[in-house]
């Protein structure tokens, strides 16, 4: 009466060409993460703190009160804009902090150079009877760079500078960061 039924080997054929290519696609994704570390991975900003003034100074009863500026050069090597968003100042004599400030958020293109002028009032605080005067300057700037338009990659960088100050005119003598 008709031909015979019998069923075709297509269903194996199909589940073995699924597993092959989920396979590729695998092999496809760990090269292109491989790629991605290698050649696109983002680096952190520099920083260059190039130079340190106190514009307004005084000393009294064995207290000092300054108006402190910093000038900087912040670098963005990478292919992608920086966006900053979380970037301040601190200045700190003997330990403790004496002066903030919070750095506003912004972008640096990509492959870019910004300079940056910070200025801000510290209050006074006592200081020991000597001729020269140490604070610490702490730059820390965080934010991310968007790598390929998909992927966000967090980077940040800090700059340490050691102030040596004349507490008598509020010269600064020197600086190293």
Do not use: W
């Amino acid at each position: 009466m008709g031909k015979p039924l019998h069923k075709s080997p297509s269903g194996r054929t199909n589940l073995a060409s699924c597993i092959v290519a989920t396979i590729f696609l695998i092999f496809v994704i760990i090269i292109a993460c491989i790629i991605y570390l290698t050649i696109f991975k983002p680096k952190d900003p520099s920083l260059a703190v190039n130079s340190v003034t106190l514009p307004a100074f005084s000393a009294t009863n064995s207290t000092v009160s300054f108006t402190f500026f910093q000038y900087v050069t912040v670098n963005n090597p990478n292919r992608g804009a920086f966006a900053h968003y979380d970037s301040s100042i601190q200045l700190l004599h003997a330990g403790r902090q004496v002066g903030f400030m919070f750095i506003p958020a912004g972008k640096i293109g990509a492959g870019q150079t910004q300079y940056m002028a910070a200025t801000f009032s510290v209050k006074s605080f006592p200081v020991e009877q000597a001729e020269i005067m140490e604070v610490e300057s702490r730059l820390e700037m965080a934010g991310r760079v968007r790598v390929l338009h998909l992927f966000n990659h967090n980077v940040g960088a800090r700059a340490d500078c050691s102030v040596s100050v004349s507490v008598s005119d509020g010269s600064v003598l020197g600086f190293h960061c």
